[in-house]
């Protein structure tokens, strides 16, 4: 499926889920603001990623190509999925023939890596967009040819690399806590000396970190000078046991504004996605992170303990994680007003807010003609 007219400069190329769509968006933008058409920077991505619904409302052209990634161990599925990619690769050398694009800019995940293997065959310079600390399987693959690689943490191991940061939406590039703060907490309704602690694990949830909090809950907020702001997710909003809401249990299904979010709160306890690493970065707040096992190259814990170095956060496994951890954890934080005042200058020092902007202009410098 194709969407979207005119000549183009650049194709993104990635997606699956929202943490590499975004940091897409967020350089399509930059390229906008650079001077390029909106309608010459086309995003290439997969039938089964959430970019199908991200793109479009994003205001970009869009082209979804078919096919899966391989899976880790061997299996019959795999077959399927190596036909796939060979149909993606020649859809994508036809969709590039005709678009003609000065450069791809690959994000990340399926759709990346049958659009940079086109670019590679038509010979259109690739940079990749790498949001891990530890750079994921597509990346590294379309890294061997690419001209740059744009990285978010000076660690990952990429070669020609360039440190740009990664990439945040432009609602949470913008923010400033010291300026922001007052007016984040006010939409909230929290009074003086109330302290929010926010909770989530992503746009479906985090199991085990929806089962601590739920039995965290009652002794977190006992006080009442707590308000716990639950983002449940939506596999488990109707399964998990919770407290009851009220006005220091706050379950929410998904959250809509972020940024007022992030702002608002003194500390939170998530998962540690890249994006999810940046974000927190650029609004400093101090945080618990619980990074998901099994994760490729157990990129989340890498990312974690970057943002610990820093001084913006404390890592607890996934495995260790129950509700007497969580509860110690937090109280920890909240009890000690310069502690929180440390992680969260820690966590701002990690902040790039001009990363869609890097990239955009490293896309630039190697684009062709």
Same mark, same amino acid.
């Given at each position: 499926?194709?969407?979207?007219?005119?000549?183009?400069?650049?194709?993104?190329?990635?997606?699956?889920?929202?943490?590499?769509?975004? $940091?897409?968006?967020?350089?399509?933008?930059? /390229?906008?603001?650079?001077?390029? %058409?909106?309608?010459?920077?086309?995003?290439?991505?997969? @039938?089964?990623?959430?970019? !199908?619904?991200?793109? $479009?409302? %994003?205001? /970009?052209?869009?082209?979804?190509?078919?096919?899966?990634?391989? +899976? !880790?161990?061997?299996? /019959?599925?795999?077959?399927g999925a190596v036909a796939g990619i060979v149909a993606a690769v020649w859809q994508a050398i036809g969709l590039l023939?005709?678009? #003609?694009?000065?450069?791809?800019? %690959?994000?990340?995940?399926?759709?990346?890596?049958?659009?940079? *293997?086109? %670019?590679? +065959?038509?010979?259109?310079?690739? *940079? *990749?967009?790498?949001?891990?600390?530890?750079?994921?399987?597509?990346? !590294?693959?379309?890294?061997?040819?690419? #001209?740059?690689?744009?990285?978010?943490?000076?660690? @990952?191991? /990429?070669?020609?690399?360039?440190?740009?940061?990664? $990439? *945040?939406?432009?609602e949470i590039r913008d923010l400033d806590r010291e300026r922001d703060r007052g007016g984040a907490r006010a939409r909230l309704g929290l009074g003086a000396g109330l302290d929010l602690v926010t909770v989530y694990g992503g746009s479906l949830g985090a199991r085990r970190i929806n089962q601590a909090v739920a039995h965290a809950a009652p002794e977190l907020t006992a006080t009442g000078d707590v308000v716990l702001r639950h983002i449940v997710g939506s596999r488990d909003w109707d399964t998990e046991a919770r407290p009851i809401a009220s006005d220091v249990y706050v379950p929410v299904r998904y959250e809509t504004d972020m940024a007022t979010v992030l702002l608002a709160s003194d500390v939170v306890v998530c998962r540690a996605g890249a994006s999810t690493v940046a974000e927190l970065a650029v609004a400093a707040t101090p945080s618990i992170l619980v990074p998901l096992p099994g994760a490729p190259g157990d990129h989340q814990t890498a990312n974690a303990r970057a943002m610990v170095t820093a001084g913006g956060a404390v890592l607890v496994p996934d495995s260790e994680l129950s509700a007497d951890r969580l509860v110690a954890e937090v109280t920890g934080v909240l009890s000690n007003a310069e502690r929180l005042a440390t992680m969260s200058a820690g966590a701002a020092t990690l902040a790039r807010r001009d990363a869609a902007d890097a990239v955009a202009a490293l896309a630039e410098e190697h684009a062709r003609g």
């Open positions: 499926m194709t969407t979207g007219t005119g000549a183009t400069y650049a194709v993104i190329a990635g997606g699956g889920t929202a943490g590499h769509v975004s $940091p897409g968006i967020a350089i399509a933008r930059a /390229l906008v603001s650079r001077g390029h %058409a909106s309608d010459s920077i086309h995003y290439v991505g997969s @039938t089964r990623g959430i970019e !199908r619904e991200m793109v $479009p409302a %994003a205001g /970009l052209g869009l082209t979804l190509l078919p096919g899966r990634g391989i +899976a !880790r161990k061997l299996s /019959l599925a795999n077959v023939r005709r678009l #003609r694009p000065h450069v791809v800019v %690959a994000v990340g995940g399926y759709a990346s890596v049958p659009c940079a *293997v086109a %670019a590679w +065959a038509l010979r259109i310079p690739v *940079v *990749v967009a790498e949001q891990n600390a530890v750079p994921g399987l597509a990346n !590294r693959l379309v890294s061997r040819w690419a #001209r740059a690689c744009a990285v978010s943490f000076p660690e @990952t191991a /990429l070669p020609r690399a360039t440190l740009t940061g990664n $990439p *945040v939406r432009d």
